[in-house]
């Protein structure tokens, strides 16, 4: 069993900067691609972006380009997610989830092909 743990949310205002961390506990995710979604009130849960086990490729959703960037390190079993530029329609509960592929060559965007969630951690920006 892996366990993600979010960390690193907050309440920031437009325009500032925070940096979310997963770390996974239970056994290594080094082989496994992991992703970041995110879900406002109201709205489904969507993918933000994804990197794959080596951390050789990446997917942004078009709203986060440019201001997001994910990295892993494999040897602290974390994977981070730095938000820069940060705009009120990035308030959302920020989930991470891991791949239920071992070794897998691409990316998944679907929330239904991960299968180890962390519990959330919650993103505010103000304007």
């Known amino acids: 069993q892996v366990q993600p743990v979010e960390s690193g949310g907050g309440l920031v205002q437009a325009g500032g900067s925070l940096r979310l961390s997963c770390a996974a506990s239970g056994r290594t995710v080094s082989g496994y691609a992991v992703g970041w979604f995110r879900q406002a009130p109201g709205k489904e849960r969507d993918i933000v972006t994804s990197i794959t086990w080596n951390g050789r490729s990446t997917y942004y959703a078009d709203s986060v380009k440019g201001r997001f960037t994910i990295s892993r390190d494999n040897a602290k079993n974390t994977v981070y997610l730095q938000m820069n530029s940060l705009r009120p329609e990035d308030t959302a509960i920020y989930y991470c989830?891991?791949?239920?592929?071992?070794?897998?060559?691409?990316?998944?965007?679907?929330?239904?092909?991960?299968?180890?969630w962390g519990q959330g951690t919650q993103v505010t920006v103000s304007s």
């Open positions: 989830a891991v791949d239920s592929l071992m070794l897998a060559r691409d990316l998944g965007t679907a929330p239904s092909r991960y299968n180890y």
